[in-house]
């Protein structure tokens, strides 16, 4: 991360020949200069000094961002588009010019402490025991939102895994605030994720289903100090250590013509180990970067925001898959696979940890 401040890390860009130029996908995908990390930091400077207006076509070059990071790893500065940007997207709701779809995000953050109607969240499975525990899984309110028989799916895995003694967060909080740091609402954003720090920081351990939350909390959270950072652990990387001598079913259950999806953020975590211990086998992995939007920042909102573009660019993305005329999209994400699902696509998509659990004893 740098040391930069945002307003100097904007100077850097300004006077830089754009080494990240290739890094980010989004540009990738759409081709414009104006979305490239350079582009969107040098629009960000003319804006904040009033070189530029306030045009809607501007200010949306500014939420093509999702924090994934690509782009700092290529620069020599370890320069943060994310807080470069985040200045003109807090000013922007200042200003009552944000998207529009932004405003139905925040109404509902203050209704229902997440970015869905309180109606919209399916309820937490009354057979997963709710007592107070040390450990405690945190599933993504994305999940809860669109994809919640994930939880059950959960439930018979930690059961097959002999896993016991793993609450299930049930507090007044169920989001990690992403969105709301995303989409430059501040004081929301430290609100929330200072009432939630200390909640989770009375547990021993906290299972993070998702990589977005994760990095949120690894990363957002750290200016209310550094008491969850050796707590936090990836769902991935959770069941790993419970794999070592678990008996499947058999080996020849793997998959055919799969491809496992990630998100850029997921790159380090132990998927794919997951899968060779349990198969024997490779497989050949896709970061979202080379195939898919990257699953991350506002993305959950993405579609919300910017309807057109995002259909636009996940029928680009779809071009990008391995050359085949069908098979099966493994992904451990639900951002990942609600995106996927999106595509009209004859790849079939299936969850990783549905799989895994029914490859196991
Ligand atoms: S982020 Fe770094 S590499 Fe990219 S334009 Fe700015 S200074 Fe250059
Ligand atoms: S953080 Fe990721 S999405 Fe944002 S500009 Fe950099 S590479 Fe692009």
Redesign the pocket.
């Known amino acids: 991360m740098s040391s930069l401040s945002p307003k100097v890390a904007r100077e850097y860009c300004q006077v830089c020949p754009s080494l990240?130029h290739t890094?980010?996908?989004?540009?990738e995908l759409t081709g414009e200069l104006r979305h490239?990390?350079w582009g969107?930091m040098n629009l960000a400077r003319g804006l904040l000094e009033k070189q530029l207006p306030w045009t809607l076509e501007n200010l949306e070059a500014i939420y093509?961002?999702?924090?994934?990071?690509?782009?700092?790893d290529a620069c020599a500065h370890s320069i943060?588009?994310?807080e470069g940007l985040e200045e003109v997207r807090v000013q922007a709701n200042e200003l009552d010019l944000a998207p529009s779809g932004l405003k139905e995000i925040k109404k509902n953050f203050k209704q229902s402490n997440h970015p869905y109607r309180i109606e919209d969240l399916a309820p937490l499975p009354e057979t997963w025991r709710l007592e107070k525990q040390e450990r405690i899984f945190w599933p993504s309110c994305h999940t809860r939102r669109y994809f919640p028989h994930r939880l059950t799916i959960y439930q018979k895995l930690f059961a097959k895994l002999k896993i016991k003694g793993l609450g299930l967060w049930q507090g007044p909080l169920p989001c990690c605030g992403a969105p709301l740091k995303h989409l430059g609402l501040k004081e929301d954003f430290e609100e929330l994720s200072e009432v939630l720090y200390h909640s989770l920081l009375s547990y021993r351990s906290i299972v993070v289903e998702d990589s977005a939350c994760l990095q949120t909390f690894q990363t957002s959270y750290l200016k209310w100090g550094k008491g969850l950072k050796y707590k936090l652990v990836h769902l991935s990387e959770f069941l790993d250590s419970y794999l070592e001598h678990h008996p499947y079913r058999s080996r020849e259950d793997k998959l055919q013509e799969a491809v496992l999806i990630k998100p850029?953020a997921l790159k380090e975590r132990p998927l794919e180990k997951l899968y060779e211990k349990i198969t024997g086998q490779n497989l050949p992995v896709l970061l979202s970067k080379q195939g898919f939007l990257?699953t991350?920042g506002i993305e959950a909102s993405y579609h919300r925001l910017f309807p057109k573009l995002a259909q636009k660019l996940s029928q680009k993305a779809l071009k990008n898959l391995p050359p085949m005329e069908s098979g099966t999209l493994l992904t451990a994400d639900s951002l990942v696979q609600g995106q996927i699902e999106s595509f009209s696509s004859p790849w079939k998509v299936r969850d990783f940890y549905e799989w895994m659990e029914e490859i196991l004893y």
């Open positions: 990240c890094s980010c996908p989004i540009s490239t990390p969107k093509q961002c999702y924090a994934c990071g690509q782009c700092s943060s588009l994310a850029i990257p991350w």
